[in-house]
């Protein structure tokens, strides 16, 4: 790291520019890493030591002192000078220790393929906010059944070969529920909200006390905006109503996942629990809560263990449903960038996170306040000093049941743009990160489980990252609306796509519509760039200035399939000429960001023409396009 702890001094901005760091924020941000005294615009105290030794296949340890090394599996060799033995270049991959003989000075070792593996062949698929998607089934909110519907439908009948949905991550338990998937309380674990409530275990048992629960629940469909509060409240009461006709016994399949799981699932359960009785955020809890090592919180552990099993439950039932919805094809997560300050994960690793700071971004074309997302960083040393525990366990948890996974922001593996609390965006500055450590855990971790790795890699990109993301197999990210040349020149290690939940819909950059929503919540709008994605668009999907919106989307979709990438996704909120994005950056109650359903319910999407038209493009079954 060049700049001193790693943090930057100025950056680029998207147009070339030099933006210095104010030295308030450096300050600052020193101040929140711990990092002492300012003298002569430097901290002057020394970051912490070096974290894990990383090896490749082929690559032997550089060993100074004679060393136990312990494998992942237990087995130990003894190794290094005076030891007759080297240490092997074959480690098997995985996490292993390592102690110095003489004193027991320990080191953690990972052994890494340094690649992910990347998709078994070309696929294309829908990109879907789930809690949008509702079937007539729904309570009000797209679940896990209405994903394996969607899931079958679309391998069975279109030819898709993949998914990628929302993050899928937990919110704090109660209300208000938030309404951002990108806001949560933890990355490891998911939201309650995406269960079927019929087809959780021991449903039955409760009989017809879910009848009138239910009813409410589906009548939630004939109202367009989700609303979240509305749906926990009757998700929970048929929860707690199973959870007791079970007696709080779910069985033994229960119990061996938990034991599988290990001390995270059960720290989450006490965090839930003592959200409950203690509200939000922990930060104001009773100080003998506020630290998840703290002989109180075992106490509570002990004296509230069926509150705690009760939430460790909901999320074997999730990880039952999600497994079942996951086998017509890959399923990819998309994994947040961060998680709430005053959630689950950064409860357990307060000792990592940041507090004070936030992630966002510096202004842009298409955000020129710039971003502040609210979601405080890992402390990139901390983090090393943790030997990565906490990324790995995240990354596991995404990994788990998908067949690939979407790591949002992926530039923030290299740096992140720091916000300190009370700024504007405009005067953070990016902060560096150990990015080969980093991928090489991100490499381990897609190995084990046979999952690929998408990278968005999208807005201010360094040169050289995306050629050492497409050197560890990490598919870039290419989207119509950035991209200066045509699809066909994209590189095949990517995935492609017209637009994201964070930007215009073709159907409402087309219409003007999305330009005149921005304005009517007092946001600016950047009218030549719109002008110029709309002129581009225009020729791009081959169409005049008077066509239809069904018909543009059908040309924008054409000129996608040009694209030589390996993966290929297509809106659901374009195939069904949806004018509104999913979410507005930059606002918060101006715009009902995360909660606008899909304007028909699955039955209905199923018999509708529009995506099996836009199915075909992607399959290749109609021609390219004039330009091809």
């Known amino acids: 790291m060049s700049q001193p702890w790693g943090v930057a001094s100025g950056y680029h901005t998207v147009d070339g520019r030099w933006q210095e760091a104010p030295p308030a924020t450096m300050e600052a941000i020193w101040a929140a890493m711990g990092a002492g005294p300012v003298s002569d615009g430097a901290p002057e105290g ?13 690559e032997k340890l550089a060993l100074s002192a004679p060393s136990r090394l312990t494998l992942e599996d237990g087995a130990q060799i003894e190794v290094g000078p005076g030891t007759g033995r080297e240490a092997p270049a074959d480690l098997p991959l995985g996490y292993h220790r390592l102690e110095r003989l003489e004193d027991g000075a320990p080191t953690a070792v990972v052994a890494s393929p340094g690649r992910c593996p990347l998709p ?5 698929g829908w990109a879907v906010q789930l809690y949008a998607a509702r079937s007539l089934q729904s309570w009000g909110f797209g679940d896990l059944a209405d994903l394996r519907r969607l899931a079958r439908w679309s391998a069975s009948e279109l030819g898709a ?9 937990a919110a704090l ?29 021991g449903a039955a048992a409760a009989g017809a006390s879910l009848d009138g629960v239910a009813a409410a629940g589906r009548a939630l469909n004939a109202r367009r905006l989700i609303d979240r509060d509305a749906v926990w409240r009757l998700k929970a009461d048929a929860l707690e109503r199973i959870w007791t006709a079970i007696g709080g016994q779910p069985g033994p399949d229960f119990e061996q996942w938990c034991d599988d799981q290990g001390d995270g699932l059960r720290d989450y359960g006490a ?3 003592l959200c409950e009785e203690h509200g939000r955020p922990w930060t104001a809890w009773p100080a003998e809560y506020r630290h998840p090592g703290s002989p ?7 004296a509230h263990r069926d509150r705690a099993r009760f939430h460790m439950w909901l999320q074997w039932c999730l990880d039952l449903q999600l497994r079942a919805a996951s086998g017509d094809l890959a399923v990819v997560h998309d994994l947040a960038v961060g998680v709430d300050g005053a959630g689950a994960d950064a409860w357990l690793w307060q000792d990592v996170v940041v507090a004070g700071m936030a992630v966002g971004a510096p202004p842009d074309d298409f955000n020129t306040r710039g971003q502040n997302w609210g979601v405080p960083p890992f402390d990139p040393w901390k983090l090393r000093s943790a030997g990565y525990g906490p990324w790995a366990e995240t990354l596991r948890a995404s990994l788990g049941r998908g067949g690939g996974v979407r790591v949002d922001h992926v530039m923030g593996l290299f740096r992140l743009f720091w916000v300190p609390e009370g700024a504007s965006p405009t005067d953070g500055t990016y902060v560096r990160y150990p990015a080969s450590d980093m991928l090489d855990i991100l490499a381990l971790e897609s190995h084990r489980a046979g999952a690929f790795v998408v990278g968005e890699d999208l807005g201010t990109v360094e040169d050289g990252v995306r050629d050492e993301l497409a050197a560890r197999n990490v598919l870039s990210y290419r989207l119509l609306w950035f991209e200066p040349g045509d699809p066909q020149t994209w590189p095949e290690k990517a995935l492609a796509a017209v637009t994201t939940h964070d930007l215009p819909t073709v159907a409402g950059l087309w219409t003007g519509s999305d330009a005149d929503a921005q304005r009517s919540i007092g946001m600016d709008v950047n009218d030549d760039a719109a002008g110029q994605t709309r002129d581009r668009l225009r020729r791009l999907a081959a169409v005049d200035d008077g066509a239809r919106a069904e018909a543009v989307v059908e040309g924008a979709y054409r000129a996608l399939a040009r694209a030589p990438c390996l993966l290929m996704t297509a809106s659901l909120d374009d195939a069904l000429t949806v004018e509104e994005r999913p979410n507005m950056p930059g606002t918060t109650d101006a715009w009902p960001n995360w909660s606008i359903a899909l304007p028909e319910p699955l039955e209905a999407v199923e018999d509708d023409p529009r995506p099996g038209r836009l199915a075909g493009l992607l399959r290749g079954d109609s021609p390219p396009g004039p330009d091809s």
């Open 46 to 58: 020394a970051p912490p030591p070096d974290g894990p030794l990383f090896v490749h296949p082929g």
């Open 120 to 124: 078994a062949g070309r696929a294309w």
């Open 161 to 169: 070969g993949l998914v990628l949905v929302n993050p899928l991550h």
């Open 173 to 201: 338990p109660g209300t208000p529920q938030a309404a951002s998937p990108y806001f949560p309380s933890s990355r490891r674990f998911r939201s309650p909200l995406y269960l079927r409530v019929e087809e959780v275990p």
């Open 271 to 273: 965090f839930c629990g």
């Open 296 to 302: 109180a919180v075992r106490a509570y552990r002990d």
